[in-house]
């Protein structure tokens, strides 16, 4: 079992910052793959950005230069900090990992989720 924990939303006026954070934890071997995704009332869950193992980052054309995920492999954490906030940021956060358990299998956990909202 993989679990994951994320903490760092709450409410915040636009053009503010916020620095959410995700922990990892459990039969863990590697994690391939540390993200983050959100989802707004009424619309689909989205990828806001990624980070793979060796560092390579994808991010939603909607936060590029605003947000920036980093990671800690030393405490299977990633962390996106968001910048210049907007009120259409506002949303529902979630972590995923995927990870190599002590299985030999792959596994892909979310968060419970954690809110972010940006007044105008």
């Known amino acids: 079992q993989v679990q994951v924990v994320e903490s760092g939303g709450g409410l915040v006026q636009a053009g503010g910052s916020l620095r959410l954070s995700c922990a990892a934890s459990g039969s863990i071997v590697v994690i391939n793959v540390m993200g983050w995704y959100r989802q707004a009332p009424g619309k689909q869950r989205e990828l806001v950005a990624r980070i793979i193992r060796g560092d390579s980052t994808n991010y939603a054309d909607s936060v590029k230069g605003r947000f920036t995920i980093s990671r800690d492999n030393a405490k299977n954490t990633v962390y996106l900090q968001m910048d210049s906030l907007k009120p259409e940021d506002t949303a529902v956060y979630y972590c995923?990992?995927?990870?190599?358990?002590?299985?030999?299998?792959?596994?892909?956990?979310w968060g419970q989720g954690t809110q972010v909202t940006v007044s105008s």
């Open positions: 995923n990992v995927v990870v190599r358990t002590t299985l030999g299998g792959t596994l892909a956990s």
